[in-house]
C-alpha cells in the first residue's frame, strides 16, 4: 500500500481543556514541547487533540483531519519519554450522540487503526503511565495514497429526466419533476 501523509500534528497552545497543567512545568522550545510533571498520575491525559470542537465554549478549532470510516491509518510518533515506555497514545472514536464506539491504545513509535464505520468524531490523547517528563516533536497520520479525494465524486449535472436523477434525490423526485 502506498502512504500518504494525512495530517502532521503538534502541540499548539497551552489551554486547560486540551493539556494537563496542574503541577507541571511547559516549555515551548523551537521544533518541541518540554512537558515535566514528577507527580504526575498515571492513566491522565497529558494532551488531547479532538477533530470536533464546541468553538464558542473553548475557543479552539479542531486539531484534527476528518478520516474516512473503514480505512486503516498509522500513526507515527516521535516523542521522548522519561522513562521509557512511560506513555502511550489513546484513540477514542465517538458516535453521532458523543458516546464512546471504540478505543484503540498505541505504544510503539508507529502502529496502525483503524478508522470505525459507526464513527463520526475522534480524538487522540497522550497518555501517562507513570511518565515525569515528556518532549513532544509531533506525531503524524499516514494514509492510503487516495485518502486526500473527496467521499463523493460526481459530475455536476444541473438538470436531471425522471429515472435519471441520482439515489439520494428519489425521495423528492416527484418535486423536482412537477411543473408550475
Given at each position: 500500500?502506498?502512504?500518504?501523509?494525512?495530517?502532521?500534528?503538534?502541540?499548539?497552545?497551552?489551554?486547560?481543556?486540551?493539556?494537563?497543567?496542574?503541577?507541571?512545568?511547559?516549555?515551548?522550545?523551537?521544533?518541541?514541547i518540554?512537558?515535566?510533571?514528577?507527580?504526575?498520575?498515571?492513566g491522565?491525559?497529558?494532551?488531547?487533540?479532538?477533530?470536533?470542537?464546541?468553538?464558542?465554549?473553548?475557543?479552539?478549532?479542531?486539531?484534527?483531519?476528518?478520516?474516512?470510516?473503514?480505512?486503516?491509518?498509522?500513526?507515527?510518533?516521535?516523542?521522548?519519554?522519561?522513562?521509557?515506555?512511560?506513555?502511550?497514545?489513546?484513540?477514542?472514536?465517538?458516535?453521532?450522540?458523543?458516546?464512546?464506539?471504540?478505543?484503540?491504545?498505541?505504544?510503539?513509535?508507529?502502529?496502525?487503526?483503524?478508522?470505525?464505520?459507526?464513527?463520526?468524531?475522534?480524538?487522540?490523547?497522550?497518555?501517562?503511565?507513570?511518565?515525569?517528563?515528556?518532549e513532544?516533536?509531533?506525531?503524524?497520520?499516514y494514509?492510503?495514497?487516495?485518502?486526500?479525494?473527496?467521499?463523493?465524486?460526481?459530475?455536476?449535472?444541473?438538470?436531471?429526466?425522471?429515472?435519471?436523477?441520482?439515489?439520494?434525490?428519489?425521495?423528492?423526485?416527484?418535486?423536482?419533476?412537477?411543473?408550475?
Amino acid at each position: 500500500m502506498v502512504e500518504a501523509l494525512v495530517q502532521k500534528l503538534l502541540w499548539t497552545g497551552v489551554t486547560p481543556s486540551v493539556n494537563y497543567l496542574y503541577g507541571s512545568m511547559i516549555q515551548i522550545q523551537d521544533d518541541s514541547i518540554f512537558f515535566e510533571n514528577l507527580h504526575f498520575s498515571p492513566g491522565k491525559p497529558i494532551k488531547t487533540w479532538r477533530s470536533r470542537t464546541n468553538y464558542q465554549a473553548n475557543r479552539s478549532c479542531p486539531e484534527l483531519p476528518l478520516l474516512y470510516p473503514g480505512v486503516t491509518y498509522r500513526l507515527e510518533q516521535k516523542v521522548t519519554i522519561t522513562p521509557e515506555q512511560t506513555a502511550y497514545f489513546q484513540i477514542q472514536y465517538f458516535n453521532r450522540q458523543n458516546e464512546e464506539i471504540q478505543r484503540d491504545i498505541l505504544r510503539n513509535g508507529q502502529e496502525e487503526f483503524t478508522f470505525p464505520k459507526d464513527a463520526f468524531t475522534y480524538r487522540i490523547s497522550l497518555m501517562s503511565a507513570g511518565c515525569r517528563q515528556v518532549e513532544f516533536f509531533h506525531i503524524a497520520i499516514y494514509g492510503p495514497e487516495n485518502s486526500a479525494k473527496p467521499l463523493i465524486e460526481r459530475n455536476q449535472v444541473s438538470s436531471y429526466t425522471s429515472g435519471q436523477e441520482p439515489e439520494e434525490l428519489r425521495l423528492v423526485s416527484r418535486l423536482i419533476h412537477q411543473k408550475g
